[in-house]
């Protein structure tokens, strides 16, 4: 299975790179649904890769995810016994790790520069928060803003569940 999922893949891709070379795979060759059903039910599909629908292009959707990321992350607070962004109160519904898993599963429903686009704006918010308690910090030590701090856990954790590299985080956010 994972040797067709490859050669599969490898297919797809060669068809975005020069669709006019290499066609599509065919809607009535049943062999990319059916090789998506044994690969579900033999546990080797990611569900957060998965792309479940395709729409057309949103311009302003990473702009807009962004926006709801920094809006969320005051409602959170770090707690080192869980290594865990969880809700500021007990009763709260939200917790960090399925935040993250949501906004991944979402910028996965969309082209993969609305996800680069969404990391630069992060990383802006984050440089920009930095230069700033840098900047009121001079004469003293500079102290970050929790939201700094919830964003880059965050980022962490956006790596590990979107698979994203931290060399392409990194080059958002200096380390």
């Given at each position: ?65 962004f926006l709801y990321v920094t809006a969320t992350l005051p409602s ?100």
């Open positions: 299975l994972d040797a067709l999922n490859a050669a599969l893949l490898m297919d797809v891709q060669a068809h975005y790179r020069d669709p006019a070379g290499h066609p599509y795979p065919s809607n009535v060759n049943p062999l990319l649904s059916e090789l998506g059903e044994f690969l579900e039910s033999t546990g080797k599909a990611n569900p957060l890769n998965k792309i479940y629908i395709t729409t057309e292009p949103l311009d302003a959707i990473a702009l807009i995810v959170f607070v770090y707690d080192p016994r869980l290594d865990e962004l969880v809700h500021t109160t007990k009763r709260g519904n939200l917790d960090g790790r399925p935040f993250v898993a949501g906004v991944v599963t979402l910028l996965r429903q969309a082209h993969s520069s609305h996800t680069r686009k969404f990391l630069s704006y992060i990383g802006q918010f984050v440089r920009a928060s930095m230069a700033e308690a840098e900047e009121a910090g001079r004469k003293n030590v500079a102290v970050y803003s929790v939201e700094v701090a919830h964003a880059v856990i965050f980022l962490d954790m956006f790596c590990f569940y979107g698979g994203a590299r931290r060399e392409d985080v990194e080059s958002f956010i200096p380390p």
